[in-house]
C-alpha cells in the first residue's frame, strides 16, 4: 500500500510544479502579446514578481478544488478539457480579484495592478499551455497504443467496421489506438447517403452493405465487425452477408450488455443467439420479484439448463430458499461452485442440494415435509427423443409418474403454485418423449381441478444450448472437422434461448392462477439446415464443412407445433406470452391411465400401443411426415 500511495503523491508534486511553471509561464506570454508593438514596460516585471507568489498559489488551490490531479489524464476526455477549461477560467478571475484586493489594502497604489486585457490573455495562455501539457502526456503515456506509427502495416489484420454512428466511430478510434491489438480500420460501411464518401478518423466510409462480399474483397478484409449497438433493422440478414464473406465476424455488444464494460472490452464474437433468427426476448421482471421475494422455490432438475438458469434468474430476486432437487450431483455442484464465486457466503442460506429422484416417493415426501416450498418449478425429464424411444417404459416412470409424485408431495406440502415445464412435443406427439410430456400436462391439468395448489404448465420450442439439443452437436462436429450430420434436409423446429425460457418459467409461475398453459411468442420456426450452414460459417474458419441427411429418426417430426387442434389462445398482460385454453381431465380418468401404465410396465407389455391408447393425439412419425408432405406439395403447387 505504502508504494502506490508514495507513486501517486510523487506524480502529484510533478504536476503541480508543473503548473506553477506553466501558470507563470502564461503570464509573461499574456504580457508579450499584450504589448506586441512595443516594448514591455520595466513596470510589468515588478509588478509581476509582486503578483507571482500570489497567482501560482491560488491557481494552484483552484486546479485541485477542481479535481485536476485527481483526473487520469491518459483516459481524459471531453469533459475533463471542459473542467481544465472552467478551472483556469476561475484561477485567472481569481488571480484579478486577489491583484485588486492587493492594490486596496498595499500602500502606494498600482503595487500589483496589471491591465485587464493582461489576464484575459493570461487565461488563454494558461488553458493552451496547460491542455497541451496534459495532451501531450495521454499521447506520451500511451505510446504503445499507436501502433500504425511505429510497424509495418502488413502486420496486422484488416477490418471492416459496419456502421458509422457513435459505436462505430468508437471502435475506429480504439482500433488505431491498438486497443484491438493487431487489428487496424480499413474501411467503415453505412448505409446513409450523408455520411458516404466521408472519412472517419481517416477510414474511408461508404455505402454499401449489400454488396460486402465485393467490398471485402476490394479492401483486402479479414475482420467484420457489426458496430451497431441498437439495430433496427434486420440485423440477421446482415449476419448472414457478413459470414457469406468467409472473414471473422465480430460484433458490438448490445446496449443491454455494456452495463459497466469498457468500451474496449464490448466486441465480442457472434454466438449462438445471434443466429437465432429474432432479436432474443427480454421479459419484464418486476412483477416476478414482487412475487418470488422471500417465498422457498423448489427446483426439480435443479441442475439441469433449464433448471440451473432458472437458479440464476431467480437468486437476484430475494428469494426465501432455493432448493434444488437433481439425481446428477455432479450438475449441482458444478452450480453451486459458480454461484460461490458470485455471492459467497451469503450463498450458504439460500442455496439446499437436494440429491434425489422424482420416482422416489420417500425421498420426495422426505424434502417436502422438511423445507415447505411456497413454489415447486418442475423441469426434471428424459427428452432425448431417440433414446426414449428404445427405453419407452423409463420414459413412462420418469415424465409421467414422477411428474405425478412430485405433484402430489407438492399438493401435499400445502405449495402455493407448481409450474411443468412442458415441450412443442407434447403437441400431436409422433414419439414416446412428446407422448409422456402430453400426459404429464393432462395430470397436472386434472390436479387442478381438485387442489388448492394452482398447477400450470409452460410450453416452448428446443432450447439453443442446452443439454442433449442439436446445437452443441453441430458445433462438436465442426469444430472436429465434419460432416454436419442432420436428419432431413425440410426439419423445422422453434428455437429459445435458455434465458428466455427460464424467464417464461418464472413469469408463469408469477401470473397464474391455476390450469394455464403458457406459450410464448417464439417468431418463426427456423430450418434446421440453415442453422447448420450458419453454424458452419460461424465456427468453421472457412473450411469446406459437408453437411450428410442420415434421415429422420424413430419418431421424428418435420415440423414442430405449439398448439393443439381446438386449443383456443388468449393474450396476457405479458405481451409476448399467451395463455392456451387445454382439454380439462379428471382426476379419476387420471388414475385409470396411470394405472394402465403401472400394468403395462409390470406385464412388460407394449408400451408405444399402450400410449396410443391413453393420448388420442399420439399419431406415427412416418403418417404425420408424409401428410405434412403432401401439405407442402400442394401448397406448392398452388403457389
Known amino acids: 500500500m505504502t508504494k502506490p500511495l508514495l507513486n501517486k503523491t510523487v506524480k502529484t508534486l510533478h504536476w503541480l510544479v508543473l503548473d506553477a511553471v506553466l501558470v507563470n509561464a502564461a503570464m509573461i506570454l499574456a504580457q508579450v502579446l499584450r504589448h506586441t ?38 483516459y481524459a476526455s471531453a469533459e475533463d478539457l471542459i473542467k481544465l477549461t472552467l478551472a ?245 455442484y458444478d452450480l453451486q461452485s459458480e454461484l460461490m464465486l458470485r455471492y459467497g457466503d451469503a450463498l450458504k442460506d439460500k442455496l439446499v442440494l437436494c440429491v434425489g429422484s422424482i420416482r422416489d416417493e420417500k425421498r420426495l415426501e422426505e424434502v417436502f415435509s422438511l423445507y415447505h416450498p411456497h413454489v415447486v418449478l418442475h423441469a426434471a425429464a428424459h427428452k432425448h427423443v431417440p433414446l426414449m424411444e428404445d427405453c419407452p417404459a423409463q420414459a413412462v416412470k420418469n415424465n409421467v409418474f414422477g411428474t405425478y409424485l412430485t405433484a402430489k408431495a407438492a399438493i401435499a406440502a400445502k405449495a402455493e403454485r407448481f409450474v411443468l415445464i412442458s415441450t412443442d412435443k407434447a403437441v400431436n406427439p409422433t414419439n414416446i418423449m412428446g407422448a409422456t410430456k402430453r400426459l404429464a400436462e393432462m395430470i397436472i391439468e386434472a390436479l387442478n381441478q381438485e387442489s388448492e395448489t394452482e398447477f400450470t404448465a409452460v410450453r416452448f420450442g428446443n432450447v439453443l444450448g442446452s443439454h442433449g439439443s442439436v446445437v452443441p452437436k453441430f458445433e462438436q462436429q465442426i469444430r472436429a472437422g465434419g460432416p454436419v450430420t442432420l436428419t432431413h434436409p425440410d426439419i423445422i423446429r422453434y428455437f429459445m434461448t435458455i434465458p428466455e425460457a427460464a424467464s417464461l418459467v418464472l413469469q408463469a409461475a408469477s401470473i397464474a392462477k391455476g390450469g394455464e398453459l403458457f406459450v410464448l411468442d417464439m417468431g418463426r420456426p427456423v430450418m434446421i439446415r440453415e442453422l447448420a450452414e450458419r453454424m458452419i460459417q460461424l465456427y468453421g474458419e472457412g473450411k469446406n464443412i459437408e453437411i450428410v441427411y442420415t434421415g429422420l429418426r424413430p419418431g421424428e417430426k418435420l415440423y414442430e407445433e405449439l398448439l393443439l387442434a381446438g386449443e383456443e389462445i388468449s393474450k396476457t398482460e405479458k405481451e409476448k406470452i399467451f395463455i392456451a385454453q387445454p382439454e380439462v381431465f379428471s382426476v379419476e380418468m387420471i388414475h385409470e391411465l396411470l394405472k394402465a401404465l403401472d400394468t403395462c410396465i409390470k406385464e412388460q407389455g407394449d408400451m408405444r400401443a399402450c400410449l396410443h391408447r391413453l393420448v388420442p393425439t399420439f399419431r406415427e412419425a412416418g403418417e404425420l411426415n408424409a401428410e405434412a408432405a403432401k401439405n407442402q406439395n400442394h401448397a406448392e403447387a398452388t403457389a
Open 37 to 74: 508593438t512595443t516594448v514591455i514596460p520595466q513596470e510589468f516585471f515588478s509588478v509581476y514578481l509582486r503578483l507571482a507568489p500570489v497567482m501560482t498559489v491560488i491557481s494552484l488551490v483552484v486546479f485541485a478544488l477542481f479535481g485536476l490531479y485527481r483526473t487520469m489524464w491518459q
Open 88 to 332: 483556469t477560467l476561475v484561477a485567472a478571475f481569481a488571480t484579478y480579484l486577489g491583484s485588486l484586493a492587493g492594490n486596496l489594502l498595499v500602500r502606494p497604489e498600482n503595487l500589483f495592478r496589471l491591465h485587464r486585457m493582461v489576464y484575459l490573455l493570461h487565461w488563454l495562455m494558461c488553458t493552451a499551455l496547460i491542455g497541451l501539457s496534459r495532451i501531450l502526456y495521454r499521447m506520451w503515456i500511451r505510446k504503445e497504443r499507436f501502433p500504425l506509427l511505429t510497424k509495418d502495416k502488413t502486420d496486422y489484420r484488416r477490418a471492416m467496421i459496419i456502421g458509422a454512428g457513435w459505436a462505430g466511430a468508437n471502435m475506429v478510434h480504439e482500433m488505431q489506438r491498438g486497443n484491438y491489438g493487431a487489428c487496424i480500420p480499413a474501411v467503415v460501411i453505412d448505409d446513409n447517403s450523408e455520411r458516404d464518401g466521408s472519412t472517419l478518423s481517416g477510414v474511408p466510409v461508404v455505402r454499401g452493405s449489400g454488396n460486402l462480399l465485393r467490398l471485402a474483397s476490394d479492401y483486402q478484409i479479414d475482420d467484420i465487425i457489426i458496430a451497431i449497438s441498437t439495430p433496427n433493422g434486420d440485423l440477421q440478414s446482415l449476419i448472414e452477408k457478413c459470414l457469406a464473406t468467409g472473414c471473422r465476424v465480430k460484433r458490438i455488444a448490445p446496449m443491454e450488455e455494456l452495463s459497466g464494460k469498457q468500451n474496449h472490452s464490448t466486441i465480442r464474437d457472434l454466438n449462438l443467439y445471434d443466429l437465432l433468427g429474432r432479436p432474443e426476448e427480454t421479459l419484464d421482471m418486476s412483477q416476478v420479484a414482487d412475487f418470488f421475494k422471500d417465498k422457498d422455490v423448489l427446483i426439480t432438475g435443479g441442475g439441469g439448463s433449464i433448471g440451473s438458469e432458472l437458479c440464476r434468474r431467480l437468486l437476484p430476486l430475494e428469494p426465501g430458499r432455493i432448493i434444488l432437487y437433481d439425481i446428477s450431483e455432479n450438475y449441482m
